[in-house]
Structures are given as structure tokens and as C-alpha cells.
């Protein structure tokens, strides 16, 4: 993991869910799979789209041609922890298509237009995956 995911996880955590600098008044989560080929846990931040039971990631990884390790962690183990503010629970993922992933990848962008930008860089199509809290 790099410094700058460290530094905006420890802020995080001590705050609540709470970032500052350019996270600041975004919809933020962390998440931590299980690595894929590694089986450790990873934490990583992302912004999110909240949709009623459900948060909505986008594995745009800025644009890259490449899709972030998060998400092939995810599709090898749909398991996660998520982070919400004070809370953690565990969740399941969903990899979402069709007019669906397209609506909340719209959506995302009106919350965070930088995210077009990233549709326009790369040639992948940008997954996008919601998180439903599991039930106890």
C-alpha cells in the first residue's frame, strides 16, 4: 500500500469516516478484501455512491487501462469489510451491468465529474459493483 492511501485511512479511522483535503465533503468508505493471489487482507479508500441499502463503488482506477487490484479481489472473493463513518460491517459484492451500472456510473458523476474523464481515458469498461450489507 502506498503512503497516501495510509495517511487517508489512519485520518479516516480517527475521524469517524471523516477526510480532509481533497476528500473532504465526499462520500467515503474503506473496504478491505481478501487479495486475490496474496489471501491477506487489503485496505484500500474509495469515494462511493450511496443508494438506499446499498453503496456503489467504481473501479475506475483513475482512468487506467488496468482494473484496480480491489476489484479482482473482489471477484475471487465477493466478501468485504466496509468501513461507513463509525461503523463496519460485512458486505457482499455485486458486479452490476447494463443500464444499471450505467445510471449509478452517471451518478457518480454528477457527485464527482473527474470520474468522465476517467471513462474517457481507458478503453475498459469501468466495472461498477454494489455493496449490500450482510445480514447477521
Not at 18 to 45: C, D, H, Q, W
Not at 66 to 91: C, D, M, Q, S
Not at 106 to 120: C, G, I, K, T
Request: aromatic residues 10%.
Amino acid at each position: 500500500m502506498n503512503e497516501f492511501n495510509e495517511n487517508v485511512i489512519a485520518e479516516f479511522r480517527a475521524n469517524d469516516g471523516k477526510v480532509g483535503g481533497t476528500f473532504e465533503g465526499r462520500y467515503m468508505v474503506l473496504i478491505t478484501t481478501t487479495g486475490a493471489k496474496s489471501g491477506r487482507p487489503v485496505t484500500n479508500p474509495l469515494v462511493y455512491v450511496p443508494d438506499t441499502d446499498r453503496i456503489v463503488l467504481i473501479a475506475s482506477n483513475g482512468g487506467a487501462d488496468k482494473h484496480p487490484a480491489w476489484y479482482h479481489n473482489l471477484r475471487a472473493n465477493p466478501r468485504l469489510t466496509v468501513e461507513l463513518g463509525a461503523e463496519t460491517y460485512t458486505g457482499k459484492a455485486e458486479f452490476l451491468t447494463g443500464d444499471e451500472a450505467e445510471t449509478l456510473f452517471n451518478r457518480m458523476v454528477e457527485l464527482l465529474p473527474e470520474f468522465a474523464n476517467y471513462r474517457a481515458k481507458t478503453t475498459r469498461r469501468i466495472p461498477v459493483i454494489a455493496v449490500y450489507r450482510e445480514s447477521a
